[in-house]
């Protein structure tokens, strides 16, 4: 039993295993956290996706969440619930890094990248119809209260981890009013930061210069609009070894929802096969948003022990044989 209370949402598929991983590390590592678990199944309200209740109490009640991935159902009138839940507590900046694991080898050594999605508008908007058949029409939305929120958060984000330069990435060539309000804005924002370089990228040339030479952006902190930033938040993955590895926090003004990168993997889900990795780095996100560095470090310093310590101790995705328990139990033993 812990001194502060987090919400746990298992998710979907692989979500059990990994959160089950979670759950038993944390207990070995008697890190001061009780977990309270809620049940996001939505409910069609309205014709609308809706929350169950109780989960949002305790998000609210709590502030601080750990989320397993969620199915995203197929189909008109079903919306994504991870997109949902961004909305409903208003996470405005997804943060993303994505940092090489020593003693995992990728053809990239020296990641280390920031990467900081705006999380409610853009592409994401929801809004789409059909004008007349075989012609329809997706709204991509771009707002100065919300660019500017993420961009400050940004600029903020660099100043608190040392780096020394912001990165605005956007297509503004082509969507001129869009991209070009996101980058307007940051020009704005970032005279409030004298000591923080900003620089300008278009979204493929960062695409290139990332899989060129990753090391150049360990100075950065990269800023984006939605969907560029889902994109190229996998392409980071990939990087250093794929989905199974990433973190991210999902941040608001009052609430933080801490989830991996990857989706729920029915093709393995139930086989005790899963990576939770992602899981436990998000974790660890969130124990230093709540000042448990000491904590954190405890968990972290395990997972990447183990990871290094042989094909053995590493599940499939990183070409090992380990199942989620036996990673989970190297983990404790390394803690
Ligand atoms: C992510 C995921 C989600 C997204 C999906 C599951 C809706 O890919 O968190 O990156 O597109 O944002
Ligand atoms: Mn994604």
């Known amino acids: 039993q812990g001194q502060y209370t987090v919400t746990l949402i298992e998710g979907d598929g692989i979500g ?21 678990p809620v049940d996001v199944t ?15 109490d305790s998000v609210n009640k709590n502030k601080v969440a750990l989320k397993g991935p969620l199915a995203t159902p197929v189909g008109k009138g079903h ?13 405005f900046a997804n943060v993303r890094p994505c940092k090489s694991i020593v003693g995992y080898a990728t053809p990239y050594e020296d990641v280390d990248t920031v990467l900081i999605r705006e999380n409610t508008e853009g592409e994401y908007s929801g809004i789409e119809h059909t004008i007349v058949p075989g012609v329809v029409q997706s709204i991509k939305l771009i707002t100065r209260p919300a ?6 958060y940004a600029f903020e984000h660099a100043k608190n981890i040392n780096r020394p330069h912001v ?21 704005e924002v970032a005279k409030e930061y004298p000591g923080i370089k900003v620089s300008f990228e278009l979204l493929d040339n960062t695409c290139l210069k990332l899989t060129a030479d990753p090391a150049d952006y360990k100075d950065v902190v990269m800023v984006m609009p939605n969907l560029y930033g889902d994109i190229l938040s996998d392409l980071s993955s990939g990087l250093i070894g ?24 029915p093709d393995i889900a139930g086989k005790g096969l899963a990576n939770p990795t992602a899981l436990l780095l998000s974790s660890c996100m969130m124990l230093r948003h709540m000042h448990l560095n000491a904590d954190a470090d405890k968990i972290e310093n395990a997972v990447l022990k183990t990871i290094a310590s042989g094909a053995e101790n590493r599940t499939g995705d990183l070409h090992g044989s380990a199942s989620t328990s036996h990673f989970a139990s190297e983990v404790i033993k390394n803690l």
């Open 242 to 265: 794929g989905l199974g590895l990433t973190p991210s926090g999902n941040m608001g003004d009052t609430v933080s929802i801490f989830e991996a990168v990857h989706g729920s993997a």
């Open 42 to 56: 939505p409910t069609l309200i309205n014709g609308r996706t809706t929350l169950p209740q109780e989960a949002v």
């Open 79 to 91: 919306q994504s619930m991870n997109l949902t839940l961004r909305r409903t507590f208003n996470l």
């Open 16 to 36: 059990v295993e990994i959160s089950q991983a979670v759950k038993d590390i944390y207990s070995a590592a008697k890190i001061p956290i009780t977990w309270e």
């Open 147 to 152: 660019s500017e929120r993420v961009i400050r």
């Open 167 to 187: 990165v605005v990435v956007h297509k503004a060539s082509i969507q001129k009013l869009s991209d070009g309000l996101f980058v307007e804005v940051a020009n």
